[in-house]
């Protein structure tokens, strides 16, 4: 009696007593589920994927939430762009114009430059005497006895923009003036003058101008004033590569100067303020992580293709889930010709190849122009239906085990209907293994999301997902320029995965038996 006595004081000491959470005798009252999610949370790893897979969740769903922007939104930005504005060449070689009435043909303007060449005053062609009256540096008239057939030069008379041309005559009396450095000449009956600048006035008025410098404008509608060919002619002379001009409505332009020495051509380049994309702008205070190169929040686009990935994720998941449940029970349990069919199914499915099948329906899609929601619930459905056969064999796997034991016997004897069978105590048995199967899948399947993505096969333009961020870098120079385009997605993805595989490891050891309490 005493022994018995003492036996209940010690045990009533004993309850007296706080038990440590890893108390055996505590553990040992611990429920089921209690007891999984003690083990779950022992794991330093799993929990550092539930924590990794949360930050995640609420960075792309709260997120897109909380940040101003959208996820289509364009930013723009006043930019310094250069284009070709004029085009310049240097005339070296002579050229000619005939008098009015007269022929000064391609022979003859042979015979005269080989007699210039070689400083004869005279030449002959076809029985034909012709004489060459230097009239100014580089300027000759040409004569046929007393009558003056043509003139040839190099200094080249040109009209004003939008002027008429120059007659004959003004042309001779022109550049007979400038090469003398007069600076007023007669032509026609009436009194021209010349500036500094070479530039021909009628009364006050530009009608045309002189240089050795030929100033074509790159587009229509261009009128390059005499100001502007002044200065870049000095330019081009003292080899100045660039200078800043004030145009008539009073915005200064910066210009620079590129010599192509295989076409002997000056490119003056103007630089424009233009308010175009802001693309690929560096990380600052408004976009944290930059812009794109279509001028788009790189952030937003990381919140809202967050919101993409996970969400295909997901929903692939929960449709192989469904079908594989399904048929897996059923074959499972009904076995005999019943399982032989499904799993003939089941291997039919293994054989199809899913990558050249997704490139097929993806070009598809292009070609009758989907619009971007079809297609992701397109992607989402083809990956939920090809990618359920796994779960299907395991849940047959497991039924074909539980399906003799002794609450199966006991539930057939009460008079349970088949389907409550399967779906309210064989299915239940094997949610562990379904919880730890489906969470390592899902990661595989935000990998896979991600592959057709990058590949062009998913989600399109202006929609967003992480694998198409990474897939805008194209080329090598967007990858080692413009980190901030691809790393923050890389780094989202890897985040993802590892969290899901972290927590399937984790709840894969919480529901194993054999774990050390």
Wanted: glycine share 10%; hydrophobic share 45%.
């Amino acid at each position: 009696m005493s022994d018995k006595l003492d036996a209940r004081q010690d045990q009533a000491a004993l309850d007296g007593q706080a038990m440590a959470l890893d108390d055996e005798r505590r553990v040992k009252v611990l429920s089921p589920g209690a007891l999984v999610v003690k083990r779950f949370f022992r794991n330093r790893l799993a929990v550092l994927g539930l924590i990794m897979l949360a930050a995640m969740f609420l960075f792309s769903f709260v997120g897109g939430l909380v940040i101003p922007y959208g996820q289509a939104e364009v930013f723009y930005t006043y930019n310094l762009q250069s284009q070709e504005y004029v085009s310049a060449t240097q005339n070296d070689e002579f050229r000619y114009t005939a008098a009015d009435g007269q022929e000064f043909g391609g022979a003859l303007r042979a015979q005269f430059l080989l007699a210039q060449t070689t400083g004869q005053e005279t030449f002959e062609y076809r029985g034909i005497s012709y004489r060459m009256v230097e009239e100014g540096p580089d300027f000759y008239c040409v004569y046929q006895g007393d009558t003056l057939i043509g003139i040839a030069f190099q200094d080249i008379v040109n009209a004003a923009p939008g002027g008429q041309e120059l007659s004959f005559t003004v042309q001779r009396a022109a550049l007979r003036a400038y090469t003398n450095g007069e600076d007023a000449f007669t032509a026609d009956g009436a009194q021209y003058t010349l500036d500094d600048g070479g530039n021909i006035l009628l009364d006050g008025t530009e009608i045309g101008y002189i240089s050795r410098f030929v100033v074509q404008a790159r587009e229509n509608g261009v009128v390059i004033t005499s100001d502007f060919r002044e200065q870049l002619q000095e330019a081009l002379e003292n080899d100045i590569t660039g200078f800043a001009y004030t145009g008539a409505d009073g915005v200064e332009h910066l210009y620079e100067i590129a010599y192509n020495a295989s076409t002997q051509v000056w490119a003056v380049m103007q630089e424009t303020q233009t308010y175009v994309y802001d693309t690929y702008a560096a990380p600052s205070l408004a976009h944290p992580l930059g812009t794109d190169g279509n001028g788009m929040d790189m952030l937003t686009r990381l919140m809202y293709g967050g919101r993409v990935s996970l969400l295909v994720g997901f929903v692939v998941v929960l449709i192989e889930l469904v079908i594989g449940v399904i048929l897996g029970g059923v074959s499972g349990y009904f076995g005999k010709w019943v399982d032989n069919v499904i799993m003939r199914v089941v291997d039919v499915f293994y054989c199809i190849p899913s990558m050249p099948l997704m490139i097929i329906l993806g070009a598809a899609m292009d070609s009758m122009q989907v619009d971007n929601t079809t297609r992701l619930l397109a992607l989402m459905l083809v990956l939920g239906l090809l990618g359920w056969p796994g779960i299907a064999r395991l849940v047959r796997g497991q039924i074909l085990s539980l399906r003799e034991q002794e609450f199966m016997t006991a539930a057939e004897a009460c008079g349970i209907s088949v389907p409550r069978r399967i779906f309210r105590h064989l299915i239940p048995n094997v949610i562990p293994q379904l919880i730890v199967t489906c969470t390592m899948g899902l990661g595989s399947v935000i990998i896979m999301e991600a592959t057709l993505s990058f590949l062009g096969l998913g989600v399109k333009f202006p929609y967003a997902s992480w694998g198409s961020i990474i897939s805008a870098v194209n080329d090598a120079h967007v990858m080692t320029s413009y980190w901030f385009i691809w790393i923050p997605a890389g780094v989202c993805l890897l985040i993802a995965v590892l969290g899901f595989n972290f927590v399937g490891d984790g709840l894969r050891d919480a529901f194993d038996p054999k774990m050390k309490r």
